[in-house]
């Protein structure tokens, strides 16, 4: 899909092509309507001027393919994820995952382990865009994992947003399996979390410290006027309603 109109256009430059589409659009018809004898007695240069080529409508139809096929594999691996990991998003409380974690003085510090029902999820993902990337041209590739990431990226903040409620050691758990999720695109690039910024600022949020908690509450209900401060605080993408809604989740 990129080879085949790169080479109709090449071709369509040549000489026998553009008389043939000078012929078809009538291109040198004098002004009194009487066409000069035959296309060849315009110049290439002329003929270049003119507008169109003959394979305008295959490479039409070639780029509409090509945006067909990015939406079908995007809509296929987004269903396959959501599939996968429709277990994982029916909790509706994170609770602590290991005894006494949501008491720890530094939950942080506790080593954590990918949730059951997210690491095959994750994994199916990854070979999925091994497989697209075998299968793709560079450039298509390359627009199809940024799509497929800002996709995921909305899908799995509304998710968590519209349901879930999160303790302490749960919002540590919560962000342990979202690094999983940003390191399947760390294979193309270095700044995945670039990729799912609303993710990566609820994370950020809700494994907050209670001192920064209690900073951001009135920051979020002075609305526009505390911007700057949130940005200072790294919240950048967030907007009012969302940061409240990540904020009441946070019950630890």
Known sequence: VKYCPWRLKDGGDELPFLEREAVRVGFGNTPGGARRSGARRLSRSVLLDGRGSVFDDVVANFKSLKTEIMETVLEISMHAFQDGAKNYFKKRLWAKAAPDLDNALDPASHPFDLSADIADPLAHLNDRLTLMERTLNADLFAKFWRKLAVQLDAYVFEQAVS????SI???????????????VFRSYTAQ?????????????????????????RPLVANGAKAKTSLSQLGIHTLDEKQLKTVLAMCIG
């Open 163 to 166: 349901k879930h409620h999160f």
């Open 169 to 183: 050691g749960g919002a540590y758990q919560f962000r342990h399996d979202m690094r999983g999720l940003l390191l």
């Open 192 to 216: 995945s979390e670039l990729q799912f910024k609303r993710l990566s600022e609820m994370c950020r949020v809700v494994t907050a410290t209670a001192g920064d908690l209690a900073q951001l």
